[in-house]
């Protein structure tokens, strides 16, 4: 652990760490099964997922570690709430995303009012949430960050916890993968650049 104002190491080059970024896949969620993160392992990953760009420090995110029993009771009422939506069988489809993995860490934002503007705190809880998958990956374990209709419905997320002005910035699903992940189309990146001199 980094002690407050100790200096941290200045960054050299890793050749792993490169690969981890250029090989980067969400798995899928419903893909994910035992063995997941021990007690000891999630600690850090939590740990390393909210060393995060911050502006002003306010930490405006939270974590909800839910294991297999929480979801699963969770999901059984979001069934319920799926009939009343217009594709109902849709909608209890994509519970099985939730349920499947050993661990999910939900992200809440929670970001601070008349502080710094909304949409960076926004932007922070994002960043944790791409560092618990990196963090994950660390580890052996493959992850998912996902949202569903129950990150948005308010009658859903209030079964998760979350109070006014809190928002679902997703759903870590961690787990293992039995088969390696297809790759997904990239973007073609000279369309995607600017360069000004």
Same mark, same amino acid.
């Given at each position: 652990?980094? /002690?407050?104002?100790?200096? &941290?190491?200045? =960054?050299? *080059? $890793?050749? @792993?760490? +490169?690969?981890?970024?250029? !090989?980067?896949?969400? /798995?899928?969620?419903?893909? &994910?099964?035992? =063995?997941? *993160? $021990?007690? @000891?392992? +999630?600690?850090?990953?939590? !740990?390393?997922?909210?060393?995060?760009?911050?502006?002003?420090?306010?930490?405006?995110?939270?974590?909800?570690?839910?294991?297999?029993?929480?979801?699963?009771?969770?999901?059984?009422?979001?069934?319920?709430?799926?009939?009343?939506?217009?594709?109902?069988?849709?909608?209890?489809?994509?519970?099985?995303?939730?349920?499947?993995?050993?661990?999910?860490?939900?992200?809440?934002?929670?970001?601070?009012?008349?502080?710094?503007?909304?949409?960076?705190?926004?932007?922070?809880?994002?960043?944790?949430?791409?560092?618990?998958?990196?963090?994950?990956?660390?580890?052996?374990?493959?992850?998912?960050?996902?949202?569903?209709?129950?990150?948005?419905?308010?009658?859903?997320?209030?079964?998760?916890?979350?109070?006014?002005?809190?928002?679902?910035?997703?759903?870590?699903?961690?787990?293992?993968?039995?088969?390696?992940?297809?790759?997904?189309?990239?973007?073609?990146?000279?369309?995607?650049?600017?360069?000004?001199?």
């Amino acid at each position: 652990m980094v /002690a407050l104002n100790e200096s &941290l190491p200045l =960054p050299v *080059p $890793s050749p @792993a760490f +490169l690969d981890r970024l250029a !090989t980067r896949r969400s /798995a899928p969620a419903q893909a &994910l099964v035992a =063995p997941g *993160p $021990s007690e @000891a392992e +999630l600690e850090q990953i939590l !740990t390393l997922g909210a060393r995060t760009p911050d502006h002003g420090k306010l930490f405006p995110w939270r974590f909800v570690v839910m294991g297999p029993q929480s979801r699963a009771e969770i999901a059984e009422r979001l069934a319920v709430l799926a009939e009343l939506h217009n594709r109902p069988a849709k909608d209890q489809a994509v519970l099985a995303k939730l349920t499947a993995a050993p661990l999910t860490i939900l992200v809440v934002s929670t970001p601070v009012p008349a502080a710094k503007p909304i949409w960076e705190q926004q932007l922070s809880a994002g960043a944790v949430c791409m560092n618990l998958e990196h963090a994950a990956a660390g580890f052996g374990y493959a992850s998912s960050w996902i949202t569903d209709w129950y990150s948005y419905d308010p009658q859903a997320t209030a079964l998760f916890g979350l109070t006014d002005g809190e928002a679902v910035a997703g759903f870590i699903h961690i787990g293992t993968l039995t088969e390696p992940p297809l790759e997904r189309p990239r973007p073609d990146m000279a369309a995607k650049v600017t360069r000004l001199p």
